[in-house]
C-alpha cells in the first residue's frame, strides 16, 4: 500500500483546501520543493500535485512550483500531478518537464474523446481522476453533480487505456472523518487497473483498514490534511503499511 503525500499548491503555496473551497485554505509552507523533499525523506514514494488555481483557470497556473518540485525530487521518486489539464499540449509539457503520471479529471467526464487522445498519445503516464458522492460522479471542483455512475464511468476509462484510478469521495475529503473504504473497494472490484483512495485519510486505522483491501485492487492512498496537521505520522503510517503488506 502507497500512501502518496499530496501538495496542493495555490498561488505558489503548498496549501489545503476544506471541501474543495478556494476560499477556505490553509497555507502550510511558502515552499513547496522543501516540502516534496520532506515528504521524501520521511519515506514517500510516489508525490501528489494539484494545481488549485489551474483546475479554476483550466490551464496551469503553479508551474514554476511545480517545476521546482520536479528539480528537488523528481529524479527519486514519480510524481503525479492533476489540475487544469484540459489539452494535449500541456500533457506533453508535463512529461517532458519531469511529471511520471498526469491525472484528468473533470476533462475526461465532460470530452471523453480528449481523454481517449491522451491515453493514445502517452500510452503509460495517464490516470483519471474520478470525484463521487452516493455513487455518482461530480465535475469542476465538485461544484456540480452528473448523472454518470462512478463504476460504468471508470470502466469505460479503463477501456480507454487510462493507468489507474483517483477516487475521492467528495463528502470526505478535507474532513479527516475517514476513508469510505466500501465505495472504494466496490470500484476497485469492478476494475482491473490500480485504484488509489483518496479523502478522508485520518488516521492509522485508515491506514490498516485499506491494508487490509489492497488484495481487491486498491494500491494507494493520497493524504493531506492528516500529515500536514500531525494526526497522521506519515513515516510511521508506510511503516506500518509496508509491514502489513508483508504479512
Known sequence: MLLIPAIDLKDGHCVRLKQGDMNDATVFSED??????????QG????HLVDLNGAIAGKPKNESAIKAIVAEVGDEIPIQLG???RDLDTIERYLDDGISYVIIGTAAVKNPGF???ACSAFAGHIIVGLDAKDGKVAVDGWSKM???DVIDL???????GVEG???TDIGRDGMLSGVNIEATVKLAQALRIPVIASG????????RALCAVEGEGVTGAITGRAIYEGKLDFKLAQAEADKLAQG
Open 154 to 160: 471508470a470502466r469505460k476509462f479503463e477501456d480507454y
Open 200 to 207: 478522508g485519510l485520518a488516521s492509522i486505522d485508515d491506514v
Open 32 to 41: 513547496p520543493a522543501a516540502m516534496a523533499r520532506h515528504w521524501v525523506e
Open 83 to 85: 489540475g487544469g489539464v
Open 165 to 167: 484510478v483517483i477516487y
Open 44 to 47: 514517500g514514494r510516489r508525490l
Open 115 to 117: 481523454l481517449h487522445d
Open 146 to 148: 452528473t448523472g454518470h
